[in-house]
Nanobody
Framework: QVQLVESGGGLVQAGDSLRLSCAAS????????MCWFRQAPGKEREFVAA????????NYADSVKGRFTISRDNAKNTVSLQMNNLKPEDTAVYYC???????????????????WGQGTQVTVSS
């Protein structure tokens, strides 16, 4: 059983930066691909970014390309999401998740992720 704990959310102004972190325990972190999804009120949970087991393969939603960067530290069992130039439309609860099967793929498919954290709130004011 994998446990995931997100941190780093908060209230910021448009144009500011935030760095989210997700700490994993209970599994073999270096064998997993990881991702970030987000869910705004009244909307479906949507893909943000993903990273494969080695960190070489990454994948981003078009809405965050050039502003967000996903990275991982396999020695510390953490995955991070650096968010720059934040916009009000980035406001959401951000979730990290583990894909314990397709470790070599940075998938955008929500159904391929089998463990999820509780989420951290990001609010961007205009």
């Amino acid at each position: 059983q994998v446990q995931l704990v997100e941190s780093g959310g908060g209230l910021v102004q448009a144009g500011d930066s935030l760095r989210l972190s997700c700490a994993a325990s209970g599994g073999t972190f270096r064998r997993y691909s990881m991702c970030w999804f987000r869910q705004a009120p009244g909307k479906e949970r949507e893909f943000v970014a993903a990273i494969n087991w080695s960190g070489v393969g990454t994948n981003y939603a078009d809405s965050v390309k050039g502003r967000f960067t996903i990275s991982r530290d396999n020695a510390k069992n953490t995955v991070s999401l650096q968010m720059n130039n934040l916009k009000p439309e980035d406001t959401a609860v951000y979730y990290c998740a583990v894909n314990s099967g397709l470790y070599y793929i940075a998938s955008s498919n929500r159904g391929t992720y089998d463990y999820w954290g509780q989420g951290t709130q990001v609010t961007v004011s205009s």
